[in-house]
């Protein structure tokens, strides 16, 4: 808990070079579990305001460090790859991101004002 928190802000969790992205909010109380060896696929969080931190803690290994990593727009993409086919697959990217967030906001309540940060960064990036 971070008794002066006054509003919703992003912050970082960082222990021995490794790191996820924190969604914290007044009055949250996280509890954090993660098999250190295999922490971006096990860390999950427990408690007031679990919810938007494990869609973080899943987008990031789904999406940028481990399991969807190879589906990232420009990853392992032949090198005659065309513009539109950049684009193509970008798009696929953006997609799967977009309905992962929605499938995971019918399950998981997610603050409104995280819910329309995760798309807009989703749409941006």
Request: proline residues 7%; without cysteine; glycine residues 6%.
């Amino acid at each position: 808990m971070v008794p002066a928190l006054q509003a919703s802000t992003y912050g970082r969790f960082s222990y021995a070079k490794q790191q996820s992205s924190l969604f914290l909010s007044p009055g949250d109380q996280l509890r954090i579990s993660l098999d250190f060896p295999h922490f971006d696929e096990t860390l999950q969080y427990t408690g007031r305001g679990a919810a938007p931190n494990n869609y973080l803690a899943q987008w990031l290994w789904r999406f940028i460090y481990g399991l969807g990593n190879a589906q990232g727009p420009y990853r392992q993409f032949p090198t005659a790859a065309t513009p539109l086919d950049l684009q193509q697959r970008a798009n696929a990217f953006r997609q799967q991101q977009q309905t992962y967030l929605t499938t995971y906001a019918q399950t998981h309540p997610l603050p409104a004002a995280f819910h329309r940060d995760a798309a807009l960064h989703i749409d941006l990036d």
